[in-house]
């Protein structure tokens, strides 16, 4: 359905060093860099970036859409819990703690260094 994801950052560089830990725990590897972005791939694709972290191109300040979320797909309940905690780590704030929804399925949310909304999920 979707060609690739954007998010905005105010600090391109704090972001990817919160972007670069994070996502390389589920696979997902910095594969391109210019000044005004980063764009990320699944290991195994290299050649399709699929998560872009951005400045805005209008050079207006970077803000979060309220009810907006990006969701990473993640294979385990245990990877879930992981992924979450290691973005706290790494400076995340608290959105959700992991756990089950919806009687089946395993979320997990947090905000990232701009206020971004994320959410971890496992279908597992």
């Known amino acids: 359905m979707f060609s690739f994801v954007t998010l905005g950052t105010n600090d ?4 990817k060093i919160f972007y670069d830990e994070l996502l390389k725990s589920i696979n997902i590897i910095n594969v391109e860099e210019s000044d005004r972005y980063i764009g990320y791939s699944k290991k195994e694709n290299l050649e399709k970036i699929e998560f872009y972290l951005m400045i805005p191109h209008n050079k207006q300040k970077a803000t979060i859409g309220n009810g907006s979320m990006i ?3 993640i294979n385990t309940k245990k990877e879930v ?3 979450y905690n290691l973005a706290l780590k790494l ?3 608290d959105e959700g703690l992991p756990g089950p929804r919806h009687e089946q399925d395993y979320y997990a949310y947090f905000r990232d260094l701009d206020g971004n909304k994320i959410c971890a ?3 597992d």
């Open 91 to 93: 400076g995340a704030t």
């Open 71 to 73: 969701t990473f797909n």
């Open 121 to 123: 999920f496992s279908s």
């Open 12 to 15: 391109l560089k704090k972001s």
């Open 81 to 83: 819990e992981s992924f």
